[in-house]
């Protein structure tokens, strides 16, 4: 792309003005950065030009780096030369920020001497969430605006802020409501009639007070050391920080260009940058597209008011869309209206939601005990008991009551949807949306593609998952789909450990180590041991059906794995001694297990089952089954998802591991292993 097609040099009298509109989001590509370097010279070498004005059109500011660009090598001019020739400029710089300022955009404003704003305009240094700090003077240049403490919390922690709070601090100079273009004009002319001096940013340092008191770094380090647990890169840049402002501005640069390269080639921003593409690779279905139909989705009904049920109502609620309750008992309806009251009272209580938001989502709900109000709905979800008969004869009465173009969907977690869409005299509507608990928080969506679910419902259901927040992932219909069938390994292979002599405690530390928010043990716990249990139809050959039958069904009782002491889990004498006894009675002799070998254990079968369901079709993508476990199981980001690290690790060493533990290598695991490739390769090579 050339830099014409990005660009305009445009005069108005004594102000040039340079015009950025590169589609969709003015993303920092070569040709950008071009047009920005040329714009500078331009107004330089005319001395009839008294000052420049940077603006961008479209829809927002320099958006951040241009994501075609990541993986390559850079070419010049590269970023920080960029924004060095801007704030270098003999000429004042003003820049016109509207829609968001992020990363590259936010260190070329900071670049300029001068900044207005749009009044909804946010900036931010988001570099973190990818495993990197800010690699064009961002770490330098943004605690000189607005001091060194909300610098370490902006660029630690990557969070945005409005133009409002960034005049406050002084990160922009003037706020602006009407057309901001002529904002910029007036501003500019203004720094020009007023002779007001250049201000660059890099030579200022009246807010630099705290830059060589260490407390203020060791105290934000202190504050955020849970948030921060895992990661590299926010340590990495409260250190360059903590370095760096006190030393000449130059030198400063060159260890932060380090630092962020440093970080880039590190395994933890590949695998960050892989957790970013593959959410966004999720959502590309074959043979769906922007011509693909659409239904209209304004009513929605959920089918059972239990934990689920209200959770899927609220996400809905929440999004401004209608939503029709229904339940058998008036009791189980008052209780998950309850739920939603609660919800919506705490959100009120902690600022998250107005009062009168809370009145509008109230007043959007329509609790009943009457199945036939269901008739107006554009998609009924279901959300019963895990017990097919009941699904099944609840999909047959949607036969009686629902429209005929109406999405019915269920929420199962396991169940085999083509037997649910089966009851049903029109399958092509019926689809899987597995939401996972608590449904109003929890980021992953499941959507279940059925054999004769249509493309109009898929891509409704896809389009959906955007308007409620959700990440959606497409699966194919079999025991789990893509999370709950690695979750059911898991869960065999814990009870193996257990069996063979491994401690419950030390299965959750080697794990939780890992980076996840809970182990297995503990897991079990919060759900409750007995989901799926009955005394009479016990059998005792687990662990966790002896911990079920000893009234240990987990954290609602106060015992499970753990006992219970004030809410608080801890490690249960009386555990371990079963745990012993169930051994001696099976004829185990215990072992030990190193940390490596339980981690290789509770991994490694899982990196297994993901291929096998790859073979399957059942994922169309190694990334989707990352971003399963990404959003719906906690799987630390840093790695990028269990497919991801496998190839980390080695998908060799992974299929060496599982031959010594017993496990027969998936067939395309092994292929992949032989061949020297990858998941990610696998992904490239398939893509449609």
């Known amino acids: 792309m050339s830099e014409e097609l990005v660009s305009r040099f445009e005069r108005d009298g004594e102000i040039a003005v340079c015009v950025i509109d590169s589609p969709p989001v003015n993303a920092l590509g070569k040709a950008v950065r071009l047009a920005l370097v040329d714009a500078v010279e331009q107004a330089n070498a005319d001395d009839s030009i008294k000052a420049l004005v940077v ?20 070419e010049p001019p590269y970023l920080p030369d960029v924004v060095n020739t801007l704030e270098a400029s003999a000429k004042p710089v003003i820049t016109a920020i509207h829609g968001t300022a992020l990363g590259g955009g936010l260190e070329v404003a900071m670049g300029c001497h001068f900044r207005i704003a749009a009044k909804a305009a946010k900036m931010g240094l988001p570099e973190v969430t990818l495993g990197l700090m800010p690699g064009a003077g961002g770490t330098q240049r943004l605690p000189r605006l607005v001091g060194v403490a909300k610098a370490l919390d902006m660029i630690a922690h990557g969070a945005p802020i409005g133009a409002a709070e960034a005049r406050e601090l002084g ?64 340590a990495a840049i409260v250190d360059l920080m903590r370095r760096t402002l006190t030393l000449p501005f130059e030198e400063a640069l060159k260890q932060e260009r380090e630092g962020f390269l440093k970080l880039r080639d590190g395994p933890q921003s590949k695998a960050l940058r892989h957790a970013f593409f593959a959410e966004r690779e999720a959502t590309k279905i074959p043979a769906i597209g922007k011509d693909t139909p659409r239904l209209k989705i304004e009513k929605v009904a959920i089918i059972g008011a239990g934990t689920m049920g209200s959770g899927i109502a609220l996400a809905f609620l929440q999004s401004g869309l209608s939503v029709t309750l229904v339940e058998v008992a008036q009791e189980g309806l008052d209780r998950g209206v309850g739920t939603i009251e609660k919800t919506l009272s705490r959100n009120v209580s902690s600022g998250r939601m107005t009062e009168d938001t809370a009145r509008k989502t109230r007043d959007s709900l329509t609790p009943t005990l009457d199945f036939s109000k269901v008739a107006d709905a554009d998609l009924i979800i279901e959300a019963v008991f895990e017990l097919m008969e009941v699904k099944q004869d609840i999909f047959r009465k949607l036969d009686q009551y629902a429209k005929p ?14 037997e649910i869409a089966g009851a049903t005299s029109r399958p092509e509507q019926v689809i899987g949306l597995h939401f996972f608990s608590p449904a109003n928080i929890m980021k992953l969506l499941e959507i279940v593609r059925a054999d004769k679910t249509s493309l109009t419902v898929l891509a409704t259901a896809l389009d959906l998952a955007k308007t409620i927040r959700k990440v959606p992932v ?24 257990l069996l063979a002599g491994a401690s419950p405690y030390d299965l959750d530390r080697v794990v939780e180590g890992f980076g996840m928010p809970m182990g297995p043990c503990r897991i079990g716990d919060l759900a409750g041991l007995d989901l799926g249990w009955t005394r009479e139809n016990s059998t005792g050959n687990t662990v966790k059906e002896r911990l079920c039958e000893m009234d240990r069904r987990g954290m609602k009782v106060g015992a499970g794995f753990y006992d219970y002491v004030d809410g608080k889990p801890q490690e249960s004498p009386v555990v371990l001694e079963m745990i012993d006894a169930f051994r001696k009675e099976k004829g185990v002799t215990p072992r030990s297990f190193s940390d490596e ?16 369901i790859l073979e399957e079709g059942i994922a169309l993508r190694a990334s989707d089954i990352d971003v399963v476990w990404l959003f719906g199981y906690g799987w630390p980001r840093w790695t990028g998802g269990p497919m991801f690290h496998a190839d980390a690790v080695g998908l060799d060493k992974v299929v060496a591991g599982l031959e010594k533990m017993g496990h027969e290598p998936a067939a395309l695991l092994r292929k992949l292993a032989s061949e020297g490739s990858s998941f990610v390769e696998y992904d490239r090579a398939n893509a449609k």
């Open 405 to 418: 173009d109406a999405i019915l969907a269920t929420n199962t977690s396991y169940l085999d949807v083509n």
């Open 55 to 74: 603006r961008c059109d479209g829809r927002t500011y320099f958006a951040g780096a241009d994501v075609r660009e990541f993986g390559r090598p850079p």
């Open 474 to 497: 497409v699966a194919g219909v079999c025991f789990g789909f893509i999370g709950n069938r690695l979750l059911n390994v898991r869960r065999v292979e814990t009870e193996a450990l």
């Open 171 to 234: 990160l922009v100079d003037e706020l602006v409501e009407g057309d901001l273009a002529e904002a910029a004009l007036a501003f500019a002319r203004r720094v020009v009639a007023e002779g007001l001096p250049i201000r660059r940013t890099s030579q200022l340092d009246d807010k630099l007070g705290d830059a060589g008191n260490s407390a203020i770094f060791d105290d934000f380090l202190a504050r955020n050391a849970k948030k921060f647990r895992g990661l590299d890169a926010p």
């Open 597 to 612: 070998e339980i981690l290789e254990r509770m991994l490694y079968p899982m990196m297994n089952e993901g291929a096998k």
